[in-house]
């Protein structure tokens, strides 16, 4: 694993003074800034998954309680973030209909199809669920033994959704240090288990997409108690035999960032992939909704 030089380390420290900046290896990702996103509605935070419309303006953000918002980000000339502004949301339902609550409404992964359709997996009763349009009673997906054998509040924290609508989730934990992370996939109406992702060290995943260029993109954290968040993105090619040609972003040191939990894939007018993140604020006040850009080029 790479880890952020000396230099860069110190660096950082220099962050937690001035709440700016970011460390990258190999040059890949580029930062390119980060904005607050706010609104006083008391249901607002929380925001673990997020899923950016190809125009890089309007955009989709799930809540960990239930709750799907709508907003869009207000860029520059240069297509650098200004802002972001809510445009209202929706609750989750069950398959009856009614809102989702107490240990079902534990929502962590979003990917939407291209038909519109939206998916959420759940950590609490570790699940993924179709909803037809936001506000729509849910359609269950089969639930596999091995997600009933999953630990509460640290399951199936990231989702991603290919352009052929198969699915692939991963648990935030894999049970121990030596043991890898099971990527499930789901496509024709079946579960499979058909590849993983070696753990390293503290890193746990907490957001996953599909690129624009087929690619598996899988956002990770650290968490060094009152330093804060540490956040770093990898890119693997997804095959048939499974995640090949590892390939790390970035990777910034603690604070650079909040708790950064939801990454959204696509790429821009000058054809550059980028990386929109969002952190979950955990409803606290000391902690930001951030949402924050990367670009990458090869």
């Not at 993105?233 to 095959?239: E, G, S």
Request: glycine share 12%; net charge negative; proline share 5%.
């Amino acid at each position: 694993m790479r880890r952020c030089s000396g230099r860069r380390l110190s660096a950082a420290l220099l962050v937690l003074v001035l709440g700016t900046g970011a460390c990258s290896a190999d040059g890949l990702a580029e930062y390119l800034g980060s904005v607050i996103w706010a609104d006083a509605d008391p249901a607002f935070g929380g925001f673990s998954g997020i899923d950016v419309a190809a125009d890089g303006a309007s955009f989709l953000a799930l809540s960990d309680r239930a709750t799907l918002w709508r907003g869009r980000i207000l860029r520059d000339r240069e297509g650098r973030m200004t802002g972001a502004e809510a445009l209202g949301h929706d609750l989750l339902h069950d398959a009856e209909g009614a809102p989702l609550r107490g240990y079902l409404t534990d929502s962590e992964g979003l990917a939407q199809a291209e038909d519109g359709s939206i998916y959420v997996s759940f950590e609490g009763l570790a699940r993924v669920v179709r909803y037809p349009s936001a506000g729509a009673a849910s359609e269950p997906l089969p639930r596999p033994e091995a997600f009933k054998a999953m630990q509460s509040n640290a399951s199936l924290e990231a989702l991603a959704i290919g352009p052929d609508g198969t699915l692939y989730t991963l648990p935030e934990r894999s049970g121990g240090q030596a043991v890898p992370f099971p990527v499930w996939r789901f496509r024709g109406g079946v579960w499979d288990q058909p590849f993983e992702v070696p753990r390293d060290g503290n890193w746990l995943p907490v957001g996953a997409d599909i690129g624009p260029d087929g690619r598996f993109y899988l956002l990770e954290r650290d968490f060094w108690g009152l330093l804060g968040f540490l956040s770093r993105a990898r890119r693997f090619d997804l095959t048939e035999a499974g995640l090949a040609g590892e390939t790390l972003l970035f990777e910034t040191a603690a604070r650079v960032h909040d708790n950064l939990e939801g990454i959204a894939v696509w790429r821009d007018g000058a054809g550059d992939i980028r990386l929109t993140l969002i952190a979950d604020n955990n409803f606290r006040g000391f902690q930001r909704n951030e949402i924050a850009e990367y670009r990458v080029r090869d």
